[in-house]
């Protein structure tokens, strides 16, 4: 399992998406920035970011995901 937690990024937010894929977590990601903060355009740069603070979760236990 995936997580992504926009507190990492983002100071003070408490928004997460967890999935079984990493893509699934950074569409929902994305989803979320264009729904509830009126993004309308990622830049790739974000993205990676993102990817950069996804953590794989198993057994209770969050280890960071190596790219």
């Known amino acids: 399992m995936k997580r992504f937690e926009s507190g990492s990024l983002i100071p003070g937010a408490t928004w997460h998406a967890e999935a079984e894929s990493e893509a ?13 903060h009126g993004e ?16 794989d979760v198993d057994s209770g236990k969050a280890t960071k995901t190596k790219h």
């Open 24 to 36: 699934e977590v950074v569409r929902r990601a994305v989803e979320n920035l264009k729904t509830y």
């Open 40 to 55: 309308t355009e990622v830049r790739p740069d974000m993205i990676e970011r993102i990817k950069e603070r996804i953590i």
